[in-house]
Nanobody, 124 residues
Framework: VQLQASGGGLVQAGGSLRLSCTAS????????MGWFRQAPGKEREFVAR????????YYTDSVKGRFTISRDNAKNTVYLQMNSLKPEDTAVYYC??????????????????WGQGTLVTVSS
């Protein structure tokens, strides 16, 4: 299984972007998919997560009400709709698959397949 993230770019503060992450390879049916981000000089952090079967969603507090994660099982794709973007949202965004849930959805170690990252830059 490979994950391909896309949709990053340069946007002004207050603007919107939609990230996509598509899985290719063998039949894809993870327990959940997540988005993480890594800002310059900082550690990678959890952003959002969606379970694959029933679409339960989880968000870090800083993006609640602004970001929405969704998925299209038929297309093996997960999306991250980002609205009201702020300069502090600037980061490389990574999608990841959690195929074997162990109870710590916000930790990188929970996810076993990662995409290559897409850069989001929000100008003030």
């Amino acid at each position: 299984v490979q994950l391909q993230a896309s949709g990053g770019g340069l946007v002004q503060a207050g603007g919107s972007l939609r990230l996509s992450c598509t899985a290719s390879g063998r039949t894809f049916s993870p327990y959940a998919m997540g988005w993480f981000r890594q800002a310059p000089g900082k550690e990678r952090e959890f952003v959002a997560r969606i379970t694959w079967s029933v679409s339960n969603t989880y968000y870090t507090d800083s993006v609640k009400g602004r970001f929405t994660i969704s998925r299209d099982n038929a297309k093996n794709t997960v999306y991250l709709q980002m609205n009201s973007l702020k300069p502090e949202d600037t980061a490389v965004y990574y999608c990841a698959a959690d195929r074997f849930y162990s109870g710590t959805y916000y930790r990188e170690e929970e996810y076993d397949v990662w995409g290559q990252g897409t850069l989001v830059t929000v100008s003030s």
